[in-house]
């Protein structure tokens, strides 16, 4: 079974940092890692992911300001805000694709999501 634990959400002022973790456990080997939000009365979308070869992929709308980042070994993959502004504001998922070791299936994976409020 894949689990993933998210932290590091809460409350900061518009202008100022958050750094979100997620750790992943379970038996699967990992391709995909990222962060997807979701805003009230709106649809989840991507922020940012990177793969396994190095690849990275951000929205134009945090490009600039946010920096994905992960450890391998430690199956944590890291999301550091900066210059946070309100409409930042959302349930931050944390996300897996990979191939589960034993039945070696790919699939998709969540985490439970983490709140981050920024205020103007």
């Known amino acids: 079974q894949v689990q993933l634990a998210e932290s590091g959400g809460g409350l900061v002022q518009a202008g100022g940092s958050l750094r979100l973790s997620c750790v992943a456990s379970g038996t699967i080997f990992i391709d995909k890692m990222g962060w997807y939000r979701q805003a009230p009365g709106k649809q989840r979308e991507l922020v940012a992911v990177?793969?396994?070869?190095?690849?990275?992929n951000y929205a134009d709308s945090v490009k600039g300001r946010f920096t994905i980042s992960r450890d391998n070994a430690k199956k944590t993959v890291y999301l550091q805000m900066n210059s946070l502004k309100p409409e930042d504001t959302a349930v931050y998922y944390c996300?897996?694709?990979?191939?589960?070791?034993?039945?070696?299936?790919?699939?998709?994976?969540w985490g439970q999501g983490t709140q981050v409020t920024v205020s103007s």
């Open positions: 996300y897996v694709h990979g191939m589960h070791t034993t039945t070696l299936n790919y699939g998709d994976y």
């Open positions: 990177t793969t396994n070869r190095g690849n990275t």
